[in-house]
Each structure stands twice: as structure tokens, then as C-alpha cells.
């Protein structure tokens, strides 16, 4: 025992001149923070299917299927470890990572083939990619997640651990939903008390969000009622656009892409049946930019925060 105190001054200058020689590495991330993720392997992570996917190692060859998982994958972890995104990644119509993701110079990998000449140690894919796709990439053996709930801010949180949980990333995919909860509730605490607004979602294409939507559930935290789901309509449909004048909703929410807002709201209120509405007689139609609106990522908090804005200009200002 009298030699423990100088094994413990010993152990604090060997972390001493460690953590040294760890700062002097040009790296990106702490060498002490990889090392310990590393040791957090192997893992087992159970997918939406119940499918339970066994993970051997440290993911650091890592392919993104769908432009959600590109998103959050690089809100969890750095960029280098991702060797190749989804078809969308680069597009600035439909991706707020635009940017990162054409600066990064991966492939946009869109079949099996290419992603197995990747040779990619993790692999995230969604239920609406190609079944043939899939398949192949099943009988590889190489650890494959796919998700298919995207229908709410708690699916998408859901995601969010999971991914975590896959690349050694749970510190960050903790903090990055606490981060969302607690917007989220800012959201909320602001919302006037009263009588909710019955808003509907209506495109130019002529297609609404019902009932165990994203959009359902974000009016959920405006004080807002979704039209289609007092109809008892579930999921994304097109309706009439003779409905509108049947339902008359106070607000009628549009998306369209970033440069196209004002021209899409002013085709809206063009529309002869659209202007007969209470939404189109008070100036009630609300375009907003679909990257937010119709995320299945973090980012749709600042969907939700753009729709209490709009909804509610005068708490905001």
C-alpha cells in the first residue's frame, strides 16, 4: 500500500506525455476517443425487420444508401469514413449537405456492384431501395442495416441511435437528439394557447400528407390539426382539388425546392378553387423548402421551426 501513491503520480504523467503525443498527430479526431470506440467492438445492432446484424469491428469503410442516413452519418462522425453516399447527396435541390458531400469526391454508389467493389465494412440502406440491390448485397455478408419506419420525429430519433450504436457513435447520437428535444420543446413553449388551426398539406402535383405522416406529427408540435387526418386519410395520397373547397382549411402548406418558393405559392394562389378557400381569402398559403418539410433526418426540427414561424408570424419576430 505505501507504494500506491507513487503509482499514481506515475500514471498521471504517463496519461500526461500521452496526451501529448496524441495532440501532435495531425489527425481530425482524438486518437484517445477512436481507441476507445474501437474496444466498444464487436456489436450486435437488431434492425426495424428484427433482423439482428452482427457488426465485428470498428466501422471505417462505411457506404450510405439513402440521403437520411448521409445526414446524420455526417452529423455523427467525420467524413473520411465514409466512402460513398446516396444519389441525392450532392444534389442542393433535395440535400442540406450538399456542399460536404461534393467536396468529399466519393462515389455515389447506386447498385450492389459498385458498392462491393468498395468493399465497405458497414453498409445503411432504406426499405425503398432496389429489392435486386438488397439481395445482393445480403448474400456479401457485410454488415447491412435498412430501415423502414420514417413515419415521426421519434422514428427518426430511433434512427439516429441506431446509427450511433453502428459506427461507435452513441456520445454523439445521444447529444445530437437531446439537441433536437430541446428545440423541439423551444418550439412548443413559444406556440400561442387557443384554438388549433386545421392546415393541410397540398402540392402543386396535388398530393397531401394524412395520418402517421412526418407532417402529421409535426403539426402535433405547432398546436395545428392536419385536415387529411380529420378525413380519417392515412399516409401520402393525391386528392381533388375540388376537397379543398370542401374542407376549407386555414392553411394550406406547400413544399418546392429553395428557388422556387414564391412561384410556387403564387401558382397556388392563382388557382381559382384554392383562392375561394378561408387559406387562400386570408393569404394563409405557406410555402416552405422541402429539404426541411419533407426530412426523414435531424434536420426536420428546423422544418418545425420554420412551419411555427410561419404559422405564426407575430410570436416569432
Known sequence: MQYLPFFRCYLILCL?????????????????????????????????????????RYPQRIVSQTLATD???????????????SGLAQDPRYSLISETAQQMLVPLAGNAEQILSLQPDLVFIA?????????????SHIPLIRFSRFDSIEDIQQHIRVIGMAIGADVQATTLIAEMNQRLNAVKSRIPAGKPLRVLSYDLEGYSAGKGTT?????????????????GIQGHTKISIENLALWQPDVIISGTSADKIEQTR??????????????????????????YLLSVSHHIVTGVEQLAQALYPAVHE
Not at 71 to 85: D, F, N, Q, V
Request: hydrophobic share 45%; charged share 15%.
Open 266 to 291: 403564387q401558382q397556388l394562389q392563382d388557382n381559382i378553387l384554392i383562392a375561394q378557400t378561408k387559406a387562400g381569402q386570408s393569404g394563409q398559403i405557406i410555402v416552405l423548402d422541402n429539404r
Open 71 to 85: 445526414e446524420i452519418l455526417l452529423a455523427l462522425t467525420i467524413p473520411s469514413r465514409l466512402i460513398a453516399l
Open 215 to 231: 407532417f402529421d406529427n409535426m403539426l402535433q408540435y405547432v398546436n395545428a390539426i392536419n385536415v387529411l387526418t380529420e378525413q
Open 16 to 56: 500526461y506525455f500521452l496526451s501529448v503525443t496524441i495532440h501532435a498527430e495531425p489527425l481530425n479526431i482524438p486518437v484517445v476517443e477512436t481507441m476507445v470506440e474501437q474496444a466498444q467492438f464487436p456489436r450486435q445492432i437488431e434492425d426495424e425487420q428484427g433482423k439482428i446484424v452482427q457488426i465485428p
Open 127 to 139: 426499405s425503398y431501395n432496389r429489392a435486386e440491390m438488397v439481395a445482393l448485397l445480403e448474400t
